[in-house]
């Protein structure tokens, strides 16, 4: 039975393999007979039973096969120096300056290098406005040693999605094999969460190994960033995330999601509404131009609207209904392009009337967005649905609360528990505030206003 260092030296073996094959587009038998050539072996038969868990009997066939490693895959010098450890070579550091001196590559270090496709970030159809300081934060976690998960929670349509986009933009320099994004919105089951991964990485799993065994494999010496768009229907499958942090030590995820993940190596930051005008005189007074623009909700749907109508201007009475969406919608992303998308047949103050009767109002028919968020109703209804019948009573019962509400009056309304109010903040349901009384800071809940609004709706349908 083989002992640990052969195990060992037979999974770094193995990784090896694997890595060349990917990188040079062949199979992974053709690939051991190579090597097996190159040994001056009949085949790869040689390459096979040392992965069997057998070490090499000679130096001299394990340094020749360490030289080809070196010369035909991408490994760390720490790498090179476990996988000559764990087969037991007597003279590590002096035979690895050796062959970095024969191969005269000074680029050799620590860093691995550069994968050839850096990323796969897809283009953005509109400009990225504000958000200055959510982006500041987020990329210092990003590059940060101590953050390798980080999840963006928000409800659907916040502006997650682009936000975390715009963030990999910023720090791909720091990950030399690059960042990754890896949509999952079309994903109907978990078991098609390791294949999407994959085909983002350009990685194609062979016969033999458990594909989650192969893709561990595959990235544990990389320095790369995963992005995972639209998790939350996939939060059964959060393990896998910590296996691969564990795993792959160089590498970090960015995850957007309606829900955390609970995992103990996760930081969460909590995306909300784009900055608007809060005090209720915005829209009762004459706004000079400069405070006007300087609020990136009200930068949105301007440029919104002018791209659905060219010859769209501000004009001075517009001024106050357009913050009065961004009111109303409380600086909502989605809203406000879908608002915004209605000035081809009406003013600004009937837009925003229209909001104020009836949300479903706001809706379009984009094709270049996916159907769930084609309206607001659509994107409530997305996120409803992963609620549980439970949740789903808490929430309606709490929608009677205009604005903030305290634990002792959740408890009132419907019996709600510190649980489950938790686990409605983590489903972006609600938000936690802390109040300010006197020298004591009191926790208490709010629900974004549109999103009261459909509660409230569910609530008065099922009386």
């Given at each position: ?6 195990k ?12 060349i094959?990917h990188?040079e ?84 270090s ?15 159809p ?77 990685f ?6 458990p ?161 769930r968020h ?60 802390k ?29």
């Amino acid at each position: 039975m083989a002992n640990a260092a052969a195990k060992r030296f037979a999974r770094l073996l193995t990784e090896a393999i694997y890595q060349i094959r990917h990188r040079e587009s062949k199979n992974i038998q053709l690939v051991q007979d190579e090597l097996g050539y190159a040994l001056k072996k009949k085949g790869g038969a040689s390459i096979e039973y040392w992965r069997k868990g057998n070490l090499p009997s000679k130096i001299s066939d394990l340094e020749a096969l360490a030289q080809i490693i070196f010369e035909r895959g991408n490994f760390s010098a720490e790498w090179m120096a476990e996988f000559l450890a764990s087969a037991r070579h007597p003279h590590v550091n002096s035979f690895l300056a050796q062959l970095f001196r024969a191969n005269n590559d000074n680029s050799f270090s620590t860093q691995p290098k550069p994968a050839a496709s850096l990323m796969n970030i897809p283009a953005q159809p509109t400009p990225f406005l504000g958000r200055d300081h959510e982006l500041a934060v987020i990329t210092e976690r990003l590059v940060g040693p101590s953050c390798r998960i980080l999840t963006l929670v928000g409800p659907g349509g916040i502006g997650k999605t682009r936000l975390a986009l715009q963030a990999v933009q910023k720090s791909v320099q720091h990950f030399p094999d690059g960042v990754f994004f890896v949509s999952l919105d079309r994903v109907s089951s978990p078991a098609l969460l390791l294949d999407s991964i994959a085909r983002a990485l350009q990685f194609a799993f062979e016969e033999g190994l458990p594909h989650k065994t192969q893709l561990l494999n595959f990235l544990r010496e990389k320095r790369l960033l995963l992005l995972l768009d639209n998790f939350e229907h996939l939060i059964a499958e959060a393990p896998l995330v910590a296996d691969v942090i564990a795993y792959a030590h160089h590498v970090q995820i960015l995850l957007t999601s309606r829900e955390r993940l609970r995992l103990r190596g996760e930081w969460v930051y909590e995306v909300t509404g784009m900055q608007f005008p809060y005090e209720e005189s915005w829209s009762e007074s004459t706004i000079a131009e400069p405070d006007f623009y300087e609020f990136s909700a009200v930068k949105l749907f301007v440029q919104s609207a002018q791209r659905v109508r060219a010859d769209f201007a501000v004009r001075d009475d517009d001024k106050q209904a357009i913050v009065r969406i961004c009111q109303l919608v409380e600086g909502f992303p989605l809203a406000i392009e879908l608002a915004a998308s209605w000035v081809r047949v009406l003013n600004c103050t009937e837009i925003a009337r229209e909001i104020e009767h009836n949300y479903e109002f706001l809706a379009t028919t984009w094709r270049d967005i996916p159907p769930r968020h084609r309206s607001l109703q659509s994107v409530f209804d997305y996120s409803w649905a992963l609620l549980s019948p439970h949740e789903r009573d808490i929430v309606e019962k709490l929608s009677v609360f205009e604005g903030e509400f305290s634990r002792e009056s959740a408890m009132a309304a419907c019996g709600a528990s510190l649980p489950e109010l938790s686990d409605l903040v983590d489903k972006s349901f609600l938000q936690m505030i802390k109040i300010d009384r006197r020298e004591t800071a009191v926790t208490h809940y709010e629900m974004h206003e549109l999103l009261r609004i459909y509660a409230l709706d569910k609530l008065n349908a099922g009386q």
